[in-house]
C-alpha cells in the first residue's frame, strides 16, 4: 500500500511519526509525507503555502497555558483548511492507498471521508479522551472514578469542545460545501473507524476499559533512527549521577525557567546538569553557569537518557516515553497542551514528581529532585514502566494494528462508516 503521512511539522509530532513510516517502510508498503518541510530522509511533498507553525514558533515559546492552547489551536485550524482545499488533487495525483493521520491535525481526515478512502488516526502526543471516563489530556486532574470527578471531567471536554468550534468556522464551511454533514459537538464522529493508535503504553495510561474498539495502545515510536547528529562535549561528563533537562522544542522560551533549573543544581552537590535549551533563549541571558552544568542549544536526548539518573522535563510525551524506556525517573514541569495530562499518569503511576510554573522555585525545584533521586519507589517505578515499554514492542504492535485493520490489499478494504 501507499500511505500519505500528514503531521505537524515539528519535531516531537514528526519523529515518532517518520519512525512508524520507516517500519512501514521496511514491509514493503510506500510512504510519503505531505506538506512537510522534511521528513528525516523519507519521500515528503511539501506544503503548497508557508509553514506557520514553524514561523510562529518564536511566539509559541514564550507561551502558556490556555493562550499556548489557542494560538496554537488557531495555527492548526488554518493548516486544516489549507490540507482540505489541497489534499483530495494531491491524493489522486500520488495514487494513496491510505492516510495516516496525526490527531492534533484537527479535521484533517474530512478529505479521506471526502474520498471515501480508509485512514487511520495515529496520537503522537497524549491522545484526548473525548468520553469523559478519564480527564483530557489538557487537564492535570488525577484520574478518579467518583460522581464528582466524571462531572469535572465532562465540564472539561465541553470547554475544549467549544475551544474545536471557536476556530473551525473555515472547516465547517468547507465540510458544508463538500456536503458533508459532522457532528461538531462530538470530536469521536470523525475518528477513523480503522484504527485510532496511541504510542503511550497501557501501562502508563489511566485504567479504563471504556475505549472504542478500533483504539489501541502500543508503545513509543523510536528506535534510534532518523535523526540528525547532534554535536555534544561527551567530554565533559565526569561521571557524577546526570540530570538531563529539557523543555521540549515548542514551549521552551522562558528565560526564569532555564534559570531556575540551573540555581536548582546548583544547591546539589556531587550531580552534573546537561541542560538543553534550544533556539529561543539568549544563553547570555542564564547567569552564572556553575562547573557542574554543561548548557547546550540541542542535545542527543536517546543517548543522554541511557546515561541519566533524572530527567526534568516539560512533560512532553516523546521525552517522558524516551525517559521510560531507560527507566529513567522524572520531575515534571508541565507547561501546556497535553503536557497536564502526561505528567498527571507521572504522578498517577509514581515514575517521578510534578510540580507547575506558578509554585517553581530553585529551593523547590531541589527538593523534589532530592526525593526523585533518594526514593528508590520513583526509580523502581520508571523501571517497571521500563519493562512495561520493553513487552509491549510499541513499533511493531502498530505497525500490524495498521496492516490488520486496513487489509493487504484493495479487495479487503472495509467500507468507511460516514458521519450521518
Given amino acids: 500500500m501507499k500511505f500519505g503521512f500528514i503531521c505537524l511539522n515539528v519535531p516531537g509530532h514528526l519523529n515518532p511519526m517518520t519512525t512508524l513510516a520507516r517500519h512501514l517502510q521496511m514491509r514493503n508498503h510506500d510512504v510519503v509525507f505531505l506538506y512537510s518541510s522534511g521528513a528525516d530522509g523519507l519521500p515528503f511533498l511539501p506544503a503548497p503555502e508557508s509553514d506557520e507553525i514553524n514561523e510562529q514558533r518564536a511566539e509559541i515559546s514564550k507561551k502558556q497555558g490556555d493562550d499556548a492552547s489557542r494560538f496554537s489551536r488557531d495555527l ?7 490540507i482540505l482545499k489541497s489534499l483530495p488533487d494531491i491524493v489522486q495525483s500520488n495514487q494513496l492507498d491510505a492516510l495516516a493521520i496525526d490527531s492534533v491535525q484537527f479535521y484533517a481526515e474530512l478529505a479521506a471521508i471526502q474520498l471515501g478512502i480508509p485512514y487511520v488516526h495515529v496520537s503522537v502526543a497524549m491522545h484526548f479522551d473525548y ?5 483530557l489530556a489538557r487537564y492535570g486532574w488525577p484520574h478518579e472514578t467518583t460522581a464528582a470527578a466524571l462531572a469535572r471531567n465532562q465540564d472539561g471536554v465541553a470547554k475544549a469542545i467549544q475551544m474545536l468550534n471557536e476556530a473551525n468556522g473555515g472547516i465547517r464551511a468547507h465540510a458544508d460545501a463538500i456536503g458533508l454533514k459532522i457532528d461538531w459537538d462530538n470530536p469521536s464522529s470523525t475518528l477513523s473507524p480503522w484504527a485510532w493508535i496511541s504510542q503511550v503504553p497501557k501501562a502508563f495510561d489511566f485504567e479504563s476499559s471504556h475505549w472504542p474498539p478500533q483504539f489501541h495502545h502500543t508503545g513509543p515510536f523510536h528506535d534510534g533512527k532518523g535523526r540528525d547528529p547532534v554535536d555534544f ?26 534559570r531556575t ?34 548548557i547546550v542549544r540541542r542535545a542527543p536526548q536517546l543517548e543522554l537518557l541511557k546515561v541519566a539518573t533524572v530527567c526534568i522535563t516539560h512533560g512532553g510525551l516523546n521525552t517522558v516515553l524516551e525517559s521510560l524506556a531507560q527507566g529513567v525517573p522524572q520531575v515534571a514541569i508541565p507547561v501546556s497542551y497535553d503536557q497536564p495530562g502526561v505528567a498527571a499518569r507521572i504522578a498517577h503511576h509514581r515514575t517521578g514528581l510534578v510540580t507547575s510554573l506558578d509554585k ?57 462508516t460516514r458521519v450521518q
Fill in 76 to 82: 492548526i485550524m488554518s493548516r486544516t483548511e489549507s
Fill in 131 to 135: 468520553s469523559g471516563h478519564t480527564p
Fill in 233 to 258: 562535549p561527551w567530554d565533559r561528563l565526569t561521571g557524577e549521577p546526570l540530570i538531563y533537562a529539557s523543555m521540549g522544542t515548542m514551549l521552551n522560551g522562558r528565560t526564569d525557567v532555564f
Fill in 261 to 294: 533549573i540551573i540555581a536548582a543544581l546548583a544547591k546539589n552537590k556531587g550531580l552534573q546538569l546537561v541542560l538543553s535549551i534550544g533556539d529561543h533563549v539568549d544563553a547570555g541571558r542564564l547567569g552564572s553557569i556553575p562547573k557542574n552544568a554543561v
Fill in 360 to 416: 517553581l522555585t530553585a529551593d523547590h525545584l531541589s527538593t523534589l529532585l532530592n526525593k526523585v533521586l533518594h526514593n528508590s519507589a520513583y526509580r523502581d517505578s520508571a523501571r517497571r514502566m521500563q519493562k512495561a515499554i520493553v513487552d509491549a514492542n510499541g513499533l511493531s504492535a502498530a505497525v500490524d494494528i495498521i496492516e490488520r485493520s486496513l487489509g493487504v490489499s484493495e479487495k479487503s478494504l472495509p467500507s468507511p
